[in-house]
């Protein structure tokens, strides 16, 4: 089945670890997402990629890092310079950009909890 | 600044009736718009689009409409049903090559009773 992967669904980190979130997706979708959704503020954008080898910081990208090696690959690491990294964080693809009229798919999420 | 805003934190609606989401929107570069519904724990689902070339669009139960004076859209769903019990998500892109960014509102949770 084609689809965006999420990995792990549940991750727990010692304040002060790097902890990177997989995303995976077999739909040769050229973009891919990064959001993170928060308690009553929606879901927030913190990186993109519009094709292998490139990505764009988003609004809340300070903290984060990615990589786009494949273009089915788009890795996100929560850095120890992340203030309130404990969040459910939201991977998505799309075929074309939203501004050109692209739907995103999401992935079914990871829940990161710092302790 | 909040330039996507759905102001409903919640809805509750009888099943059967119809249920009415609203969303506004600051940026008058928006053209392209979206809906999303959620169940917790897990992605969103895409739902519905609407291009500013159209006021309306309907999908089955689903339709939106669109009022681009009012930078105002609603989604209806007709008739709400007890599976419809979801957080309802509008997203707002502008057109163009350049213009990677879906923005989303905070959201609306939808409950359905019997």
């Known amino acids: 089945d084609g689809g965006i992967t999420q990995s792990p669904k549940y991750l727990f980190r010692k304040e002060g670890q790097n902890v990177t979130l997989s995303c995976e997706q077999n739909?040769?979708?050229?973009?891919m997402y990064w959001y993170r959704q928060d308690p009553g503020q929606g879901l927030r954008l913190i990186y993109y990629?519009?094709?292998?080898?490139?990505?764009q910081k988003g609004d809340i990208a300070e903290g984060y890092s990615v990589s786009r090696e494949k273009k089915e690959s788009f890795p996100l690491t929560v850095t120890s310079a992340q203030k309130n990294p404990t969040a459910f964080y939201l991977c998505?693809?799309?075929?074309?950009?939203?501004?050109?009229?692209?739907?995103?798919?999401f992935g079914q999420g990871t829940r990161l909890t710092v302790v | 600044d909040q330039q996507v805003k759905q102001n409903s934190p919640s809805l509750s609606v009888q099943e059967g009736r119809i249920s009415i989401l609203n969303c506004d929107y600051t940026?008058?570069?928006?053209?392209?718009f979206l809906w999303y519904k959620k169940y917790p724990a897990e992605g969103p689902t895409f739902l519905i689009s609407?291009?500013?070339?159209?006021d309306k669009n309907e999908d089955g139960r689903f339709t939106v409409f669109l009022n681009k004076s009012a930078k105002h859209l609603s989604l209806h769903i007709v008739p709400s049903q007890p599976g419809d019990s979801a957080v309802y998500f509008c997203?707002?892109?502008?057109?163009?090559?350049?213009?990677?960014?879906?923005?989303f509102g905070t959201g609306t949770r939808l409950q359905v009773f019997p």
């Open positions: 998505a693809s799309s075929l074309r950009s939203p501004g050109q009229g692209g739907i995103a798919f």
């Open positions: 990629s519009q094709i292998v080898n490139d990505f």
């Open positions: 739909l040769n979708h050229d973009a």
């Open positions: 997203a707002a892109s502008a057109w163009g090559p350049d213009t990677d960014k879906l923005i």
């Open positions: 940026n008058s570069m928006f053209d392209y």
């Open positions: 609407i291009s500013s070339i159209k």
